[in-house]
């Protein structure tokens, strides 16, 4: 989805502090953004006792670009969700985000505290608005190495740490490489390690679980969608999807062979293409979409869909609301403990 920016007109820092706060056609987040940095983060944050280092920072992003800071970055601005999460997981409180009533609904992994400046959607974000909360690093995510946003952001003379969202030929480890890429940058690198080690214990607990359950089977699906002038738009998570690799590094297998793409392992189908995984068990997003209608709930009465195997077995199941698919370790974590609750139950 293209990227465009706005830059609102401003004369005096106060007219650029108040647009900080209040962002470009978002929610509106009380309280002074520079405070953010000294409210708690999440409760696992509580009794947090890793060490942030305070030496010169020099890293590579994504795109290969040379990343120097002469310190740890405290207040960062952070346009995309996961990376928000990441922040949040290690105990930074970031000073500035795109689009955080969305973050809030899709992304329950890490709370985002009140006080954290709003500065515009993740398409639109306001650049003005951005710098206004004086950070000294903004987090983007790029869809390519000549994405605009870069070099528009970079003309603020504040560095910028670009990040791919994902890699679909290993998405957990790409997934945990941006979280340790973030707590280079931060100099979070010992709080880092915790929380993976918290992840891939969850994951190797998990997998003896799904072992232990004697499924009847281990086949899989899991999907989102959309509807989208009254037809039902369905998004396989294939092989390279995060989704995908968490639920067969526990056992499963993915069963899904349609096209995706290189980036996030994704497909695209209707509910006729739904037949070809069988008998296999389905899962699917449980966040309510405000902009769209449940697609269970419109495929309630139609004849494919409750002719499909799994229908007819009950072997449909969603997620709890909040999980977001394309999240950091905390997602991750969460995505396998509903798996093996759905799975176990």
Not at 33 to 44: H, K, L, R, T
Not at 174 to 188: C, E, N, P, V
Not at 247 to 257: A, Q
Request: with cysteine.
């Amino acid at each position: 989805m293209p990227r465009r920016i706005t830059t609102a007109s401003v004369t005096t820092f106060a007219a650029l502090t108040a647009l900080a706060l209040t962002g470009c056609g978002t929610t509106t987040v009380e309280a002074d953004g520079a405070d953010a940095a000294q409210d708690p983060v999440s409760q696992s944050c509580d009794n947090d006792t890793t060490e942030t280092t305070t030496d010169a920072v020099s890293l590579t992003d994504d795109l290969g670009r040379t990343v120097e800071l002469d310190k740890p970055a405290e207040r960062v601005a952070v346009l995309e969700w996961q990376q928000t999460e990441d922040l949040l997981s290690l105990c930074v409180t970031p000073v500035a985000v795109a689009d955080a009533e969305g973050y809030s609904t899709w992304d329950t992994a890490e709370a985002l505290p009140k006080g954290v400046a709003d500065v515009g959607t993740r398409q639109e974000p306001n650049l003005d608005a951005i710098f206004g909360a004086d950070p000294d690093l903004v987090i983007v995510e790029v869809s390519s190495p000549d994405d605009e946003i870069v070099s528009q952001l970079e003309a603020y003379d504040v560095p910028v740490l670009a990040t791919v969202g994902a890699d679909a030929a290993d998405p957990i480890q790409h997934m945990k490489d941006t979280f340790s890429l973030i707590a280079d940058a931060t100099g979070r690198s010992e709080r880092a390690a915790a929380v993976l080690d918290d992840f891939d214990t969850a994951l190797a607990d998990a997998k003896a679980a799904v072992g232990d359950a004697d499924l009847a089977t281990t086949d899989f699906v899991y999907f989102d969608g959309w509807v989208q002038g009254g037809n039902v738009a369905i998004r396989p998570f294939g092989q390279g999807s995060l989704f995908g690799e968490l639920g067969e590094k526990l056992g499963l297998t993915n069963v899904w062979e349609g096209e995706v793409d290189p980036t996030y392992g994704l497909g695209q189908t209707d509910v006729e293409g739904l037949v070809e995984v069988g008998d296999a068990l389905m899962f699917y997003t449980g966040t309510d979409d405000a902009e769209s209608d449940s697609i269970v709930d419109l495929l309630a009465d139609n004849e494919i869909w409750t002719s499909l195997p799994s229908v007819e077995n009950g072997d449909t199941y969603a997620f709890p609301a909040g999980i977001w698919t394309f999240g950091g370790p905390r997602s991750a974590e969460q995505a396998i403990d509903a798996y093996v609750e759905l799975l176990t139950a």
